[in-house]
């Protein structure tokens, strides 16, 4: 079992800079991905980043690349998205996620656990 828990959202306005953290317990961190996904109002849950569980491996999906950076400190269990040049289209509440397969995914349905969300807001 791995719990995870989300934080850092909040609102802030186009072209700021926001960074999400999300802390993990149960199982040593990292022998195992993490990504972050977001759901927007209205629509489905989609891909936003992925790291390996030593962190030398990362995926982004297209729309953030160059803005988004994902990280991860295995010594404090933790997993970070640090947001910049933030646009009201990246509003939506962001999930991080545990993935214990051996390749490092965008599919959601390979992710074997879950963080309960933080909302991020970006005003235009």
């Known amino acids: 079992q791995v719990q995870l828990v989300e934080s850092g959202g909040g609102l802030v306005q186009a072209g700021g800079s926001l960074r999400l953290s999300c802390a993990a317990s149960?199982?040593?961190?990292?022998?195992?991905?993490m990504g972050w996904f977001r759901q927007a109002p209205g629509k489905e849950r989609e891909f936003v980043a992925a790291i390996s569980g030593s962190g030398t491996i990362t995926r982004y999906t297209d729309s953030v690349k160059g803005r988004f950076t994902i990280s991860r400190v295995n010594a404090k269990d933790t997993l970070y998205l640090q947001m910049n040049s933030l646009k009201p289209e990246d509003t939506a509440v962001y999930y991080c996620?545990?993935?214990?397969?051996?390749?490092?995914?965008?599919?959601?349905?390979?992710?074997?656990?879950w963080g309960q969300g933080t909302q991020v807001t970006v005003s235009s």
């Open positions: 996620a545990a993935d214990f397969s051996t390749l490092l995914t965008a599919t959601q349905s390979q992710y074997d656990y």
């Open positions: 149960g199982r040593t961190f990292s022998t195992y991905n």
